[in-house]
């Protein structure tokens, strides 16, 4: 009996994308919002006495470079389907993962490792749109950087689609 495999998105699936492209009208501007909320609240925290000359250099940056780090937790996370043809381990505990994370611990630990990998990449992208800014000290960057990383990690992808 041949197994079928079917590819699943991590957030949502890529084809409702293309069947129903208004998706993108609440996907893009919820996504900047909350990254725009993220960058102010750690402002605030911060005590910074400039926190819409920082907002307005910065929020953009954050915006698509958190697109581009979430594919790469993205591309993780479908190396998983690559070898499920070929092996029946396999299929069975990482194969699954983009719709049911919690189906066993390897493929837990494999959707960890593909929110991390995530977040590691939105740290050190908004570390580098940040040397621009010469309004943050140091500090702040990696504050900044940090805070980003932890909350606007893609943890979405811990969803189970059934």
Request: aromatic share 16%; with cysteine.
């Amino acid at each position: 009996m041949k197994q079928s495999i079917r590819l699943y998105n991590i957030i949502l699936p890529i084809w409702l994308l293309w069947i129903f492209p208004q998706v993108w009208l609440i996907l893009l501007p919820g996504n900047l919002i909350i990254d725009c909320a993220v960058l102010l609240i750690t402002l605030l925290a911060l005590r910074h006495t400039q926190k819409g000359a920082v907002l307005k250099r910065l929020w953009w940056k954050f915006w698509l470079l958190g697109f581009v780090a979430d594919a790469a937790g993205v591309a993780w996370m479908l190396l998983g389907l690559l070898p499920a043809q070929w092996s029946d381990w396999w299929s069975d505990h990482i194969a699954y993962m983009m719709h049911h994370p919690f189906r066993s611990p390897v493929s837990f630990l494999w959707t960890l490792a593909g929110v991390a990998i995530a977040g590691v990449c939105i740290y050190f992208f908004d570390r580098r749109a940040m040397k621009s800014c010469d309004l943050l000290t140091g500090r702040e960057r990696h504050s900044i950087a940090l805070a980003m990383a932890i909350v606007t990690a893609p943890w979405l992808f811990f969803v189970s689609l059934y």
